[in-house]
């Protein structure tokens, strides 16, 4: 599969028309035509803004390996893991410092 049809593919899950993709995007409705008819590439420029502006993968997109999106961390932490985030992110900056200080001497042995 090439990277007009996993265009294609993002425009129909997101129930969008080229009109309203090239608007969402601030790209040339001509331009996306391009793409999507496989005439022309889209540059890393615009790829990276669809990865950010949709959140598709950009591994997907240009290869068509994993996820159509970009999955984000909190979904891929354990219970354990956000608790952790989330008691680090009460302490003060001082108390910070020091854990950061010792976490690292604890992973380091």
């Known amino acids: 599969m090439s990277i007009s049809n996993r265009l294609r593919e993002v425009i129909e899950y997101k ?5 309203a993709f090239a608007e969402l995007l601030n790209v040339p409705y001509r331009t996306l035509q391009n793409y999507l008819l496989n005439e022309r590439d889209p540059s890393a420029e615009v790829l990276i803004k669809i990865s950010d502006v949709l959140k598709v993968d950009l591994n997907w997109l240009m ?5 159509m999106f970009c999955q984000s961390l909190e979904h891929r932490l354990t219970n354990k893991e956000k608790d952790l985030i989330n008691h680090y992110r009460k302490m003060s ?6 854990f950061d200080i010792t976490f690292k001497n ?3 042995k």
Do not use: A
């Open 106 to 108: 604890l992973t380091e």
């Open 63 to 67: 290869c068509g390996k994993g996820e």
């Open 93 to 98: 900056n001082d108390t910070q410092i020091v």
């Open 15 to 19: 129930g969008l028309n080229i009109k």
